[in-house]
């Protein structure tokens, strides 16, 4: 059974996927998929240009600097976090596959909620009536994915992404699968549909957890 436990910090998490990584790569498991909720932070990619995060001596939590791509994104209590470690090198290294992939996933999984979530051209995430559900970014290890997606699913996740302009979009709306499905929705039972969809794109030598 998966294990679950919440508010893990972003080093913990961070801490989980490298182990996830190095035990791929000494060919001591397969393919994981961590899925968790974290403690307020703000993250960003390694990049010049940081102004999607404004001021950070002026945000309600701390900032991160982290090896994924992207600009600024929000991570926290009522979204759901996952990070699917996967051997990209038995997946043609095809990182722009790797992407739709989990777009593809997280889509499915809000259709079960009612949710006709969506892409939009030219950006990468999901989306619902012009308004941003899950930012995703990703990075590679010598060909294993790391980081991946947060997708809103409580009211609670929102309110801090007025401090920061949301993965470097101007005028970009947040929102989260309980308004757009129009009735609450945890956190839980939204990551119980999402390990439930993923499962196909997984190898059958992987191991699931939730925590």
């Avoid at 060919?27 to 995060?53: A, C, F, K, M, N």
């Amino acid at each position: 059974m998966p294990l679950i436990s919440h508010s893990v910090s972003y080093e913990e998490g961070l801490d989980l996927q490298q182990q996830a990584v190095d035990a791929l790569l000494r060919g001591d498991s397969g393919d994981v998929l961590l899925l968790l909720e974290h403690q307020p932070v703000y993250t960003i990619g390694r990049l010049r240009d940081q102004s999607s995060l404004h001021d950070p001596q002026t945000l309600p939590h701390p900032a991160v600097e982290t090896n994924r791509g992207g600009q600024a994104t929000y991570h926290g209590p009522g979204q759901l976090v996952g990070y699917p470690i996967f051997d990209l090198r038995h997946r043609g290294q095809d990182l722009h596959a790797h992407l739709r992939m989990i777009e593809e996933v997280l889509i499915r999984s809000c259709e079960r909620f009612g949710v006709a979530a969506e892409r939009r051209e030219g950006f990468t995430g999901v989306w619902v009536a012009g308004k941003k559900l899950a930012s995703i970014g990703v990075g590679v290890r010598k060909w294993i994915s790391m980081h991946g997606f947060a997708i809103n699913v409580t009211g609670e996740s929102l309110s801090p992404f007025a401090h920061i302009t949301p993965c470097g979009i101007d005028g970009v709306v947040m929102t989260c699968v309980s308004d757009a499905a129009g009735r609450k929705i945890s956190v839980a039972e939204f990551a119980a549909v999402v390990d439930e969809v993923f499962a196909p794109y997984i190898s059958r030598w992987s191991c699931v957890s939730i925590f």
